[in-house]
C-alpha cells in the first residue's frame, strides 16, 4: 500500500538523523524490467515494497502483505493460516500473474493453473518486491497477463559475519521465527543463509452453521531454508549458486460450511545459479532454475499425491547504444513435466522464445518501452506477443503514460495431458491490454497523486464442460481505475491511500462464438479503499495504522442441497484496520514490536462458508549485529 516512491525517505528516516522529506526517485532501481532503471525512468506502472514497509507491516504472510497493495486482492488471505489463498491482480485469476524470485520464474505444473503457491514463500528472506502491473509477456513470456511480481531475496553483508533474525508469538499458538547468517568471507567471495520456522493451531477454516463451535482449528506448520553464495572472480562478474527449501503441512476442511479432518502438505526444492557480467554499456546475464514440488492431500477417500517439475534458463544481453538507447535481446527456455500415475504416463510440454526490448529514456522528455517475443510451445506451435509503452515527463513533476500490449497463457500440463478431459489440440489463451496513467509530484516532491486506467480482454479461455473436457472457447472483460496519493507531511509523520474500482464479466460462447450468457467477476470487489498513516516519535519509536474498505463480492455456492448446484450469494462489504508499533534500540540493531489485526473485530467473509479471524495480535522482538 506504501506507494515505492517513499521507500528512501523512509529508509532515511529509521537511520538516525539521516533524514529526506522528498520521493528520490532516481535512489530507487527497479529490475523486473531485466534493465535496471530509476523509478524516473520507468513508462508503466510499479509498486516496490520495501523491506522496511515488510518488516513493518502487520501482515503475517506473503498473501497479506500483498494483499495491502493496491490493485491486488489474496482471498483467504485473512482466514486460518493453513487455507490456500488465491491472489488476483487487477481482476485476473493468479493464474495469469507470473511469480518471479530474483527475476527467475518459479512454476508448480502440478498446481491448477500452474501458479506457485504463495504460502510456501516466507517474507523472512525478502529485501522486496516489485509488482509490475499489466502484460509482461514480451519480456516474461506465458502466465504475465496481468503482470508479474518479482521477489527480490535479501543482500549479502559486507562484514565477515552479520546475524539478522526476528522471533514473535501471538493468538492461536501462532509462532513465527527466522534467522540470517550473511557476509564477505573476502573480495570474492558472499555467502547468505536463512532458516525460517512458522506454526499456527489456527482456526477452523469452515464456518459453522450451527454456531457451536464444535468444528476443529485447521493450523500449519512451514519449514524453509534459503542460501546462495557468491562469487566474484572478476570485478565485472559474478556467479550466484543458490538453494531453496520448503516444507508446509496443515489441515483443511471438505468445503463450505464443512469441517473434516483432512491433512495436506507441500515439499518444495528449488535449486539454481545466476550469472552477471557487466562492462561499461555492456550489461549481460544468464540464470537456470528447477523447481520441484510434491503435494499429499489425505481425505476420507484417501491419499492423492502431485509431483510437478519446472526447468526455466533464460539468457539475455543489453547494449546500452548512448545515453537515451538501451536495447536487450535473449533466449528463454522451458519445460514443465508431471511423474507417471496410474491413470497417465509420464507427459511433458516445452518453449523456446527469443524475445528483444527496446528502452528510450527521456528524450526531451519521451521515454519508451517497446518489445517482442517469439514462442514456440512444443504441442500447439507458434505465437507470438509484443508491448508499445511510451510515456512523457514535464519538468520531472507530471508525467503521463500510455500502452497496448499482447499476452498469452500456455495450457497446463493437467490441460492438454491429464486423466479428466485432457485435450492436446489446446491453444493459449490470448490477451490485450490498453493503459493509461499520470503520476505528478508537487510540494517539493513530498507529495505524489497517481492515476492509472487499464482495459484488458482474454480470449480463447479454457474452459471444462462434462461433455467434452477442455476446450477453448470463452471470453474474459475487465476494465478499472487505479487513484493514489502519498504525502511525507514531515519527517516524522507521511499518510496515504489508494481507491481501486473494478468492472468486468466473462462471458460464455457457444461454438460459433456467438454470446450465449455473462458472468460477473467472482469474489473480486468493485469497490475498495485503502489508507494508512505512520508517525516517528523520535529516534525510537515507531507507530503505524492501515485500513481497507472493501466493497460487495458475489461468490458461489455449490449447495449439497442442490445437487451441488453453483449459486450466486452476495458477500457483505467491510472495513479492516489494522496496527503496528515497535520501539528501536542501539542505533536500530534491536527493536521490540507489536501488531494487530482487525482491531474493531470486524465480522466479515472472504469466501463463502469459510471463517475469517477477529481481532488477534502478536509480539516479538527484531535483532541485527
Known amino acids: 500500500m506504501i506507494a515505492a516512491a517513499f521507500d528512501v525517505a523512509a529508509v532515511h528516516a529509521q537511520n538516525k538523523s539521516t533524514i529526506a522529506d522528498s520521493l528520490q526517485l532516481d535512489d530507487i532501481m527497479i529490475t523486473g524490467t531485466k534493465i535496471p532503471i530509476s523509478l524516473r525512468e520507468t513508462t508503466r506502472p510499479v509498486v516496490v515494497i520495501s523491506r522496511q514497509e515488510i518488516e513493518q507491516s502487520a501482515a503475517r504472510d506473503l498473501g497479506q502483505l500483498l494483499n495491502r497493495q493496491s490493485g491486488i486482492r489474496v482471498n483467504n488471505s485473512q482466514g486460518t493460516p493453513g487455507n490456500n489463498q488465491s491472489l488476483f491482480l487487477q481482476g485476473a485469476g493468479g493464474e495469469y500473474t507470473l511469480i518471479l524470485i530474483d527475476g527467475m520464474a ?84 558472499r555467502y547468505y543463509v536463512n532458516y525460517n520456522r512458522k506454526s499456527s493451531d489456527g482456526i477452523s477454516a469452515a464456518a459453522d452453521p450451527s454456531g457451536t463451535g464444535s468444528y476443529e482449528n485447521d493450523g500449519s506448520h512451514l519449514d524453509s531454508f534459503y542460501g546462495k553464495v557468491t562469487f566474484q572472480p572478476a570485478e565485472s562478474f559474478t556467479i550466484t549458486p543458490f538453494l531453496n527449501i520448503a516444507t508446509f503441512n496443515g489441515d483443511f476442511d471438505a468445503g463450505a460450511f464443512t469441517d473434516a479432518p483432512n491433512t495436506f502438505s507441500l515439499d518444495l526444492l528449488n535449486p539454481g545459479a545466476l550469472l552477471l557480467f557487466e562492462s561499461g554499456d555492456i550489461r549481460f546475464s544468464g540464470n537456470y532454475s528447477f523447481t520441484y514440488t510434491d503435494r499429499l492431500f489425505s481425505t476420507q477417500f484417501g491419499e492423492s499425491e502431485f509431483e510437478g517439475k519446472f526447468h526455466n534458463a533464460d539468457v539475455f544481453g543489453s547494449y546500452r547504444l548512448n545515453h ?73 513533476r507530471l508525467k503521463v503514460s500510455a500502452s497496448y500490449s499482447t ?127 505512520s508517525y516517528r516519535f523520535g529516534s525510537g519509536l515507531f507507530v503505524q495504522l492501515d485500513g481497507e474498505f472493501v466493497g460487495e463480492r458475489t461468490d458461489l455456492f455449490f449447495n449439497p442441497a442442490n445437487n451441488f ?30 501488531n494487530v489485526r482487525n482491531l474493531l473485530n470486524s465480522n466479515f467473509t472472504e469466501v463463502y462458508g469459510f471463517n475469517t479471524m477477529g481481532l488477534h495480535a502478536n509480539a516479538g522482538v527484531r535483532f541485527r549485529f
Not at 508448480?108 to 509490475?132: K, T
Not at 527466522?178 to 568471507?185: E, R, V
Not at 527496446?358 to 514456440?376: D, I, P, Q, T
Not at 489440440?425 to 497517481?450: C, Q, V
Open 565 to 594: 448446484a453453483a449459486e450466486d450469494v452476495i458477500l457483505d462489504s467491510y472495513f479492516l484496520l489494522n496496527a503496528y508499533a515497535e520501539f528501536s534500540f542501539f542505533d536500530h540493531n534491536l527493536s521490540l514490536f507489536t
Open 407 to 533: 499476452g498469452f497463457k500456455a495450457p497446463t500440463l493437467n490441460e492438454l495431458f491429464g486423466p479428466f478431459g485432457a485435450n492436446r489440440n489446446l491453444d493459449p489463451e490470448t490477451s490485450s491490454e490498453i493503459r493509461f496513467g499520470a503520476e505528478s509530484y508537487l510540494m517539493n516532491r513530498s507529495l505524489k497523486l497517481e492515476a492509472h486506467y487499464f482495459s484488458r480482454d482474454i480470449d480463447n479461455l479454457i474452459v471444462y464442460t462434462f461433455d467434452s473436457g477442455y476446450m477453448n472457447r470463452d471470453r474474459e472483460e475487465t476494465s478499472g481505475f487505479e487513484l493514489a496519493g502519498n504525502w511525507i507531511v514531515s519527517p516524522a509523520f507521511t499518510f496515504g491511500g489508494h481507491y481501486n474500482y473494478l468492472s468486468g464479466e466473462t462471458i460464455t460462447l457457444d461454438d460459433s462464438g456467438n454470446r450465449l450468457s455473462a458472468d460477473g467477476l467472482i469474489r473480486k470487489p468493485k469497490h475498495l479503499v485503502g489508507l494508512y498513516g
Open 324 to 396: 537515451y538507447y538501451t536495447v536487450l535481446a535473449g533466449f528463454n527456455v522451458q519445460n514443465g513435466s508431471l511423474p507417471a500415475t496410474d491413470f497417465t504416463e509420464e507427459v511433458s510440454a516445452s518453449f523456446a522464445s527469443p524475445y528483444v526490448n527496446m528502452l528510450l529514456k527521456n528524450v526531451r522528455g519521451v521515454s519508451m518501452e517497446a518489445g517482442f517475443r517469439l514462442n514456440n510451445h512444443s504441442e500447439y506451435g507458434s505465437n507470438s506477443t509484443f508491448s508499445l509503452a511510451p510515456s512523457y515527463s514535464i519538468n520531472g
Open 106 to 189: 518459479v512454476k508448480d505444473p502440478s498446481g491448477v493453473g500452474g501458479s506457485i503457491d504463495l504460502r510456501i514463500i516466507p517474507v523472512g528472506n525478502i529485501e522486496r518486491i516489485e509488482i509490475l502491473k499489466g502484460n509482461q509477456s514480451s519480456l516474461y513470456g506465458t502466465d504475465a497477463i496481468a503482470g508479474a511480481i518479482n521477489i527480490i531475496t535479501k543482500k549479502e553483508s559486507a562484514n565477515l559475519l552479520q546475524a539478522d533474525g526476528r522471533i514473535s508469538y501471538g493468538a492461536y499458538n501462532t509462532f513465527n521465527g527466522t534467522l540470517a547468517l550473511n557476509g564477505s568471507l573476502n573480495k570474492g567471495v
